[in-house]
């Protein structure tokens, strides 16, 4: 069954007025998130040679991401 296009229509609402917020916290945040999230990608096209040091690495790349990610929620939560 397809998804009506008033979901897909209010979900674009909601992004326009979430990608609207400007205050210096969320875009702080929101450039975290995309670092973390690009450091990641790069990880997996340049790992670490050492399984280890990879592991560790992916594994502290995603904690911040995750932190991030739940920063960025929380701001934009308090705004809405």
Known sequence: MAIHSYVYNVLADQHAITVALDTPEII???????????MLDAQKDDPF???????????????QLKTFVEC?????????
């Not at 929620?73 to 705004?79: A, F, P």
Request: net charge negative; with cysteine.
């Open 28 to 38: 702080q945040a929101a450039k975290h998130v995309a670092f973390y999230c690009a």
């Open 49 to 63: 040679d050492n399984a280890e040091d990879n592991a560790e690495m992916h594994k502290f790349l995603s904690d």
């Open 72 to 80: 960025y929620q929380d701001l934009v939560n308090n705004e809405l």
